[in-house]
């Protein structure tokens, strides 16, 4: 079966044209049209968020497959060693699973341009609000979610288009776009200059934002987490703490028991550690052809589910069949009670996208929750040698996940650090939710993923129903330092832009 149909510029055909239609960023609003208008900002900022999930077309090009969190969820976690590829197919998401990028890859321009698209918009809301003279509480509070949207955007750029922080603040980041008059030739600015405007922004939009308009929508403890997540990938362990400490001291928020967790995601909008989610409705539901669960999940009538959960992350849980993470890893039965083969591949899909209102296709993908603060925390005290405390953090979650029994208590597992137990909790915990490639690439850890799958490239037609693992292929183990760990800029930007420099 094809997977997604996904529309695909060719390099020849980039060869011979030379240059690409051009892509505006932005032609929706103005700081006129705002300003003149009193809903103006309100219709402005809410528009934005429908950039994380509307289908906007881009080349002039309709496709039920550009979707920004679709994009952003196949960049992650397909790169990763959770999800095994289940075939080859046109859709350039092989490029994660392979390794195999390409400055023409429609995934990445696609996400390129409408991270900044939704910068742009954030820019003109808020030089279009700085005219105004002494702003009520819900202007503010829309212009600190304007500061926090920027933020989050450039947070993403950064790490698919960067290398880690940890690695070496003054290569390369991104082109910073934080005013409508930045010049279209910019350079793009080191990974150290691109995170300071992140942490200023974030904290210039938790210092505005003092209402709550849902969890669908910005709020200062969502600015809180993106900063004790982004200070967490700055090793600045003092820092992260302190942010984390914050959000988890808010009365707001509280982590789901091995009850409630079964449904948070397809609850999201009310579960009670959702700190920040894009929201969906029915009306929102892509379906086959443009959800984030149609590559993942299939029930025979829904979804594609031409990608499973891997025998290496299965492997990481299998000591407790307890746990109700694994209510979001569905076993194919194969009729005889046994699991049933893809390609060779045994058939593990994943729901973690699924079941909003029933529906096998809808979620409302969470961004920022209370388990991953917790995380942070553990992660920064264990850096900091706070052994203790750490664990403390990490059995806060076993104990919510079905794991009562068998909590650390302070004792190490034999051979294990603090730091590997609480990476092997952030895998497990925060597993298809777009953490993984991050947290092993930038704690300078190899990725592993010496098992069976069609990320092994060189794939023969003579290979496609063998149950185990041919030799001889290339890519199994991505070193941290190695250049394919983040992407190309967008070939769209480099014939554009002729300051901006190309990852190698």
């Known amino acids: 079966m094809k997977a997604l149909q996904i529309f695909i510029f060719s390099v020849s055909v980039l060869a011979f044209t030379g240059c690409l239609k051009e892509v505006t960023p932005s032609d929706a609003i103005t700081t006129g049209n705002l300003t003149d208008n009193p809903d103006g900002i309100l219709n402005a900022v809410n528009g934005a968020y429908s950039l994380f999930k509307d289908n906007v077309e881009f080349n002039g090009v309709p496709d039920d497959g550009l979707m920004y969190l679709r ?8 790169a990763s060693d959770d999800i095994a590829c289940g ?17 023409t890859q429609t995934n990445t321009r696609y996400f390129w341009y409408i991270n900044y698209k939704i910068i742009n918009n954030t820019n003109t809301v ?29 947070f993403n750029l950064v790490r698919l288009f960067a290398k880690p922080y940890s690695h070496d603040p003054s290569a390369p980041g991104i ?7 930045d010049p279209a030739q910019k350079a793009r600015s080191t990974v150290s200059e691109v995170y300071q405007a992140i942490i200023a922004d974030a904290e210039k939009g938790a210092e505005m934002m003092g209402q709550q308009r849902g969890v669908q929508y910005a709020s200062r403890e969502a600015a809180w987490s993106l900063l004790s997540r982004a200070y967490l ?6 820092k992260a703490i302190e942010y984390a400490d914050k959000v988890i001291g808010s009365p707001r928020f509280a982590l789901t028991n091995a009850t409630t967790y079964q449904t948070l995601f397809a609850n999201a909008v009310s579960g009670s550690e959702t700190i920040f989610c894009i929201a969906h409705t029915q009306v929102d539901d892509k379906g086959k052809f443009g959800s984030i669960a149609s590559m993942i999940f299939s029930d025979g009538n829904s979804g594609w589910g031409e990608e499973f959960a891997s025998k290496s992350l299965r492997d990481t849980m299998a000591a407790h069949p307890e746990d109700v993470r694994w209510k979001y890893i569905v076993k194919l039965d194969n009729g005889s ?28 993908p969470i961004m920022f929750r209370l388990a991953e603060i917790y995380l942070n925390r553990a992660e920064a005290k264990a850096k900091k040698n706070l052994t203790n405390d750490a664990l403390d953090d990490v059995d806060m979650i076993r104990k919510n996940r079905g794991l009562e029994a068998s909590l650390y208590n302070h004792a190490l597992p034999a051979g294990s650090t603090a ?28 990725l592993n993923r010496t098992y069976w799958g069609y990320h092994l490239r060189g794939l023969k037609e003579t290979d496609i129903n063998l149950a185990v693992q041919p030799t001889g292929y290339n890519n199994l183990i991505t070193n941290w330092n190695s250049d394919r760990i983040i992407y190309y800029i967008p070939i769209d930007e480099i014939q554009s832009n002729k300051l901006c420099e190309q990852n190698k």
């Open 71 to 78: 994009q952003f969820y196949h960049l992650s976690d397909f």
């Open 87 to 103: 075939q080859v197919t046109t859709d350039p998401f092989l490029l994660s699973f392979t390794g195999d990028h390409s400055p």
């Open 126 to 154: 808020i030089e279009a609000a700085s005219k105004a003279t002494n702003p009520d509480a819900a202007t503010q509070q829309l212009i600190g979610e304007c500061y926090f949207l920027r933020a989050f955007c450039h």
């Open 175 to 181: 082109v910073l776009r934080t005013s409508v008059a």
């Open 233 to 238: 990938y700055m090793e600045n362990n003092d």
């Open 337 to 364: 009670g046994g699991v049933a083969l893809k390609n060779g591949i045994e058939t593990y899909y994943i729901s973690k996208f699924s079941f909003q209102g029933g529906s096998p296709t809808l979620s409302s």
């Open 419 to 446: 730091l590997d137990v609480v990476l092997k909790e952030r895998r497990i915990e925060l597993a298809f939710e777009g953490h993984r490639m991050y947290d092993v690439y930038r704690n300078k850890r190899n």
